[in-house]
């Protein structure tokens, strides 16, 4: 099945998270190839505040629990995710990674 229900090609996507007191904002460009929707230039960021403490444990709880629906419902079996770490350990690192959404493998991943 193709994927891509309501997302464009070259858009932005643009989300906000709540992690406990903590939001988080999500962008990135849409990429669409069949059933993989990729999350190009992808930046997280605090929203409302400067800084914000946050493990990757907990963003990773909010993004299976909240993205990985979204993107199923619309139809995608794959995620990837793409960007370039800005702040924290390692900055200037680049960062890849491939994701399943069907929902044995993602929660085995995730």
């Not at 464009?8 to 929707?37: K, T």
């Not at 990985?68 to 990674?97: D, Q």
Request: aromatic share 8%; with cysteine; net charge positive.
């Amino acid at each position: 099945m193709a994927g891509g229900a309501g997302f464009v090609a070259g858009a932005l996507f643009e989300r906000e998270y709540a992690v406990g007191d903590i939001r988080i904002g999500l962008l990135a460009e849409i990429r669409v190839e069949r059933d993989q929707i990729h999350l190009k230039d992808i930046a997280i960021f605090p929203s409302g505040r400067a800084i914000a403490t946050l493990g990757a444990a907990a963003m990773l709880r909010v993004l299976r629990s909240e993205l990985v629906p979204e993107l199923r419902a619309a139809g995608f079996t794959w995620l990837r995710v793409s960007g370039t770490r800005l702040s924290g350990a390692r900055p200037g690192r680049i960062v890849e990674f491939n994701v399943s959404l069907m929902e044995r493998a993602c929660e085995r991943i995730w």
